[in-house]
């Protein structure tokens, strides 16, 4: 039998929901709403269900950025003059780019951090953090962070608070998507 066309309903009576009652339908029923006839989840062929709120964490990753030891990276800071910090947001904001695609990315990092260098630890703190976020964890530093730098900097040892926090939630982030290799370079 076929399902009757609108025609020959009333245009009184709204069509009925699958499951119910249907005059002229086989066995007095609407037909079931589509893809009712996939087979359950489980069983090849059937698509598996996305648990609420995964799809946000979904997203192909780049490439593992390298672990940098957070004494020898301070040591280079203090050799180098301050030099090594702007190779440091370089470095650091262009492997969460290439892993994340979101972000500064080194070049963008770089200028900021030559030009309008206060900022800098900010966006760093929030983008390691934002990793951690997009992976569904709590995120282990934020901009907030940043404050230890900045006005922390006037106590002193406010912004080595920082760059130990930041840099060692950036290691450990690395070091759980399986990376092992240190660098300095």
Do not use: C
Not at 68 to 85: E, K, N, S
Not at 87 to 113: C, N, P, W
């Amino acid at each position: 039998m076929t399902e009757p066309d609108s025609s020959q309903r009333s245009p009184s009576s709204p069509p009925p929901e699958a499951g119910q009652p249907y005059e002229s339908a086989p066995y007095g029923y609407a037909p079931p709403p589509p893809g009712y006839d996939q087979p359950p989840y489980g069983y090849p062929g059937a698509p598996m269900p996305a648990p609420p709120g995964y799809a946000q964490y979904a997203q192909s990753q780049g490439p593992v950025g390298l672990i940098r030891p957070t004494g020898m990276i301070m040591l280079l800071f203090f050799v180098t003059l301050g030099i090594w910090g702007f190779i440091y947001y370089f470095q650091t904001q262009e492997e969460m780019k290439r892993h994340s695609g979101q972000g500064l990315g080194g070049v963008l990092a770089l200028i900021i951090a030559i030009i309008f260098g206060i900022i800098s630890p900010f966006f760093l703190s929030h983008e390691v953090g934002q990793l951690y976020e997009r992976r569904g964890q709590q995120k282990p530093v934020s901009a907030l962070t940043a404050l230890w730098f900045f006005p922390g900097m006037f106590i002193l040892v406010g912004p080595f608070i920082w760059f130990i926090q930041t840099n060692n939630a950036l290691n450990d982030y690395w070091a759980s998507l399986g990376q092992r290799e240190t660098t300095l370079v």
